[in-house]
């Protein structure tokens, strides 16, 4: 009989690359798939546009809030609605094993798991674990780190820095393709300028006050995010896109540089493909926090250079990314000496281990 796992994660893309990384590995070795997330989420979407055929299930989750809001007092009542709901999907697909890898709609599953006495993995992409991570841990049976600042913050006899588990279609770029796909030529070096699965409204406009001044050193590939495409701009050397799909590995082959913000899963997939890159973190105004840190831990090691972004202006735009430009050669060697993260196969063998 094949064996099951059920994955859960959700809430931003972040929340379910790693998933979506693990679930053809898992499909190819004839494991049985199911998926739980929230049905309004951006799981939904990426899951059932990946994997078709791969039973999704919608739950209810509550939003795990730091801030005041009335919603806080309801809340609870939809995580424990999520709980019952998990309970019920568990029960009916018999999974072997849970993979979680947080967001909010993880915590009802996770909790659910402990209830039905199933193993769960959770895998934490941040230096600090996020909130819904945090509530999870407990019901746990086995945590992977991606920073190993992180395992000293959890518990020690159940804790492991696995790295970031990257994507493998990511290393079948091919330069010369993503040359011919956007018509750019070898003499001049690219960068590619991201802003996370929202886009980035503040990193956009630096982009295109800048524009005259980067495209005397660039070529220009602009993931931009959905909407955020200005079709004013036309100049050559320089290509927006909402967002890239199925050749981003050959965009990402022919890239030297790369200006991103700081989510965990993107700056450990630049590091494995060595990729020097100018990290521009979310706001603690924006977030909790967690790019900073994770910025922060890649400029200690020699990966990258962080600019905050209440300190972006043209002008320190401009200069970060001369200094990113003359440092390329110190960022590389850097990079090449950095620890090995797991593979996907790692991942595998140890989720096969867990498997009751």
């Not at 929340?15 to 499909?27: G, K, S």
């Not at 994507?167 to 070096?189: A, H, I, M, N, S």
Request: glycine share 8%.
């Amino acid at each position: 009989m094949s064996k099951h796992i059920l994955f859960t994660g959700g809430g931003s893309a972040g929340h379910v690359t790693v998933n979506t990384a693990l679930i053809p590995f898992f499909e190819k070795k004839g494991w049985d798939i199911s998926y739980i997330g929230s049905r309004a989420g951006i799981e939904n979407e990426i899951i059932t546009d990946q994997f078709p055929h791969i039973p999704f299930y919608g739950i209810s989750s509550g939003k795990l809030r730091r801030y005041f809001s009335w919603k806080n007092f309801t809340d609870p009542f939809l995580v424990m609605k999520g709980v019952m709901d998990a309970l019920s999907v568990i029960r009916k697909t018999k999974p072997d094993i849970i993979f979680s890898k947080g967001g909010f709609v993880s915590v009802p599953v996770v909790m659910a798991a402990k209830i039905a006495g199933i193993p769960v993995a959770i895998h934490e992409s941040d230096v600090t674990p996020g909130l819904a991570n945090k509530l999870a841990v407990p019901f746990a049976t086995k945590i992977f780190t991606t920073f190993p600042e992180t395992v000293k913050a959890l518990p020690e006899n159940k804790t492991l820095c696995a790295g970031s588990i990257i994507r493998e279609e990511l290393f079948t770029g091919d330069d010369k393709e993503g040359k011919r796909l956007t018509g750019y030529f070898d003499q001049k070096p690219i960068l590619m300028i991201m802003g996370g699965s929202l886009g980035a409204k503040k990193i956009n406009e630096s982009v295109r006050e800048n524009l005259k001044e980067l495209l005397k050193s660039f070529q220009i590939v602009h993931i931009c995010g959905k909407g955020n495409i200005e079709p004013s701009f036309k100049e050559q050397g320089y290509k927006q896109f909402e967002f890239i799909k199925g050749e981003l590995p050959h965009y990402l082959a022919m890239t030297d540089f790369v200006i991103s913000r700081a989510g965990s899963n993107s700056i450990f997939e630049f590091l494995a493909l060595k990729k020097p890159m100018l990290l521009i973190p979310l706001s603690r105004e924006a977030s909790r926090g967690d790019q900073i840190l994770n910025a922060n831990s890649f400029v200690k090691q020699g990966f990258a250079l962080k600019l905050e972004e209440e300190e972006l202006t043209p002008q320190s735009f401009m200069e970060k990314v001369k200094e990113l430009q003359s440092n390329k050669a110190a960022f590389i060697k850097n990079m090449e000496k950095a620890p090995k993260a797991y593979t996907i196969q790692d991942m595998y063998e140890e989720l096969t281990s867990m498997a009751k």
